[in-house]
């Protein structure tokens, strides 16, 4: 019987130890801005990187560490299973553990480590399930999945404009509505004098603590019913729940600076962030009441019966016996991971291809652009420097190409083109937004665009309508606009996309083997004399400079498939 009971775990922990290996030494593949090749090393560096909005991280750690703790505790006192012996739960564990090294090398050939976390988490189920049987498995089936709320949600980035957008649109109805005159630009509010700013800015609107308050959302729900369809409504209403706190938000900030002066209109801003979240509290707590009074439904006591998690997760004709299947498992796990070694070595070395510019003799940066553009000469370029910022945190075999256009007639009209060349792994290229946001400008407006190009051909953009504030000599401060448009260049084909970029990149990737250097190509103007003219002037030094700095194949024709 001893045998009987230790040979799950001893199983488990092989398999741990050999899954441990491999997420440690090959793990990460992108090195660019995170130089290891470790998933844990790289998971954690994000849970302390402010600019990566995931600080939440440990705190969500901690709490599914005590979820399991208290699972595996329920679950003990309902004596639900004996650890291991459970052959139909071993085949379940199986499927996780090896699925979840499949996972990993898919997130791995495409340069995905979120996803290799996934997988871990996928992995890490699979080990105490294999060593604990049904009650492990049931236990860890929340933790492991709340604890992916800590995983880096970039994506959140894009939603957060939207979100932005829309609680200024809301607070600006609602205080002209009260008799608060306002104007709006964007996701800014000005007062109609222009001297004060109410910005609903993404380090404080809310959505920067959206995976935190969707984790509370989550836990909520999942303390308080059984029933999985109350707990995804909990979740579901975090949206809208998000939305209105910071609609309070905002709005108590302009009232108040209206009504007692803009000093304390600064003060409620310093300190208003905790309403968002007492607003989001007290409208789960609203709906948790409602839904109990409804049904009359009492709180959950773990993930036993109700929760769908007690059903037999195994298969139904496990022909061996448990320590058998384990030990199966084990071998089979350790058989794997050596195989995803030698695949992850494989996708090191597969070959980056050409570029989607023109390359410089070096063959590191894209060929130095022209130095005059039209016919007859209509803009003039002079080189614009690297800064030595971008050097030290891009990669060391990143390129660049880069001019300050000036119009030969009206030299105060000048339109800045730049071209960042990736190097191995795409970690040079990132989304233009958050380097934008990160520089003090404010996106006003996102939408989507073609540059016409002299031979007839269209060249698909994303266009960006920015702002930023100045102060001039007499103290006086001052909103000025610019467009900015973006495209990505790759071998033979352009994506006016990040995510576009990256899809395309993944599935070279993993089904062709194949790596492109893919190029960030910039348009950058002011717009003093309106986004009209603005934008013509961009479309012409962009329509210009293009043809003659990209690849044969690339930009303006069909993508390929």
């Excluded at 699979?126 to 709320?149: M, N, Q, Y």
């Excluded at 803009?379 to 910022?389: H, I, L, Q």
Aim: net charge positive; proline share 5%.
């Amino acid at each position: 019987m001893k045998k009987s009971r230790w040979s799950p775990w001893q199983a488990a922990l092989l398999c741990a130890a050999a899954g441990w290996g491999v997420f440690q030494f090959f793990g990460n593949a992108t090195r660019g801005y995170i130089d290891t090749r470790s998933v844990f090393w790289w998971w954690g560096w994000q849970w302390f990187n402010p600019a990566s909005e995931a600080q939440h991280g440990p705190i969500v750690l901690a709490v599914s560490a005590w979820l399991l703790w208290r699972n595996l505790r329920n679950e003990g006192n309902r004596g639900a299973g004996a650890a291991g012996g459970d052959s139909a739960c071993t085949g379940r564990a199986a499927a996780a553990l090896l699925g979840g090294l499949a996972l990993h090398l898919c997130g791995y050939a495409m340069q995905q480590t979120r996803v290799s976390i996934v997988a871990l988490l996928v992995f890490a189920w699979g080990a105490l399930a294999l060593g604990g049987g049904r009650r492990w498995a049931r236990a860890a089936v929340f933790p492991l999945g709340f604890l992916a709320l800590a995983i880096p949600a970039g994506f959140l980035d894009t939603l957060g404009f939207w979100l932005r957008l829309g609680v200024i649109d809301t607070v600006c109805g609602a205080a002209r509505a009260c008799g608060v005159r306002v104007v709006q630009s964007g996701t800014q509010l000005f007062s109609p004098d222009g001297h004060y700013q109410y910005d609903v800015a993404a380090a404080c609107s809310g959505v920067r603590s959206f995976m935190a308050l969707l984790a509370m959302a989550l836990l909520a729900g999942y303390l308080n019913f059984r029933s999985w369809r109350r707990r995804v409504l909990l979740v579901a209403l975090a949206v809208p729940f998000v939305f209105a706190g910071n609609v309070v938000r905002i709005g108590a900030i302009v009232l108040v600076g209206e009504r007692f002066g803009h000093a304390a209109g600064g003060r409620v801003h310093a300190w208003s962030g905790w309403l968002v979240f007492a607003v989001v509290l007290g409208l789960l707590l609203a709906v948790i009441a409602a839904l109990r009074r409804w049904r009359g439904e009492g709180a959950a006591a773990g993930p036993g019966k109700g929760g769908g998690e007690d059903a037999d997760p195994g298969i139904p004709a496990a022909r061996m016996s448990a320590p058998r299947a384990a030990g199966v498992t084990a071998a089979a796990v350790v058989a794997a991971s050596l195989a995803v070694v030698w695949l992850t070595a494989r996708f090191d070395a597969v070959s980056t291809r050409a570029a989607g510019v023109r390359l410089a003799p070096d063959g590191v940066n894209p060929a130095e652009l022209p130095v005059f553009l039209g016919e007859p000469v209509a803009w003039a370029g002079r080189p614009a420097e690297v800064s030595a910022v971008e050097r030290e945190t891009l990669p060391p075999d990143t390129g660049y190409s880069r001019k300050h256009y000036s119009r030969m007639a009206r030299p105060a009209e000048q339109v800045f083109f730049s071209i960042v060349l990736s190097g191995r792994d795409r970690t040079s290229i990132h989304r233009p937004e958050i380097c934008l946001v990160g520089q003090g400008w404010t996106i006003t407006d996102r939408r989507g665009a073609e540059i016409r190009l002299p031979d007839g051909g269209a060249l698909p953009c994303t266009l960006l309508t920015v702002t930023r504030e100045f102060t001039r000599a007499d103290g006086r401060r001052e909103t000025a606009t610019a467009l900015f448009a973006y495209w990505f260049s790759g071998d033979g084909v352009t994506e006016s996309t990040h995510m576009g970029m990256i899809l395309r990149g993944m599935r070279d990737r993993l089904l062709r083997l194949r790596a492109d250097r893919w190029a960030y190509v910039t348009v950058q103007t002011w717009a003093p004399d309106g986004e009209a003219a603005a934008w013509k002037r961009l479309e012409e030094v962009a329509a210009l400079a293009w043809p003659q700095s990209r690849a044969s194949e690339a930009g303006g024709e069909s993508p390929r498939p």
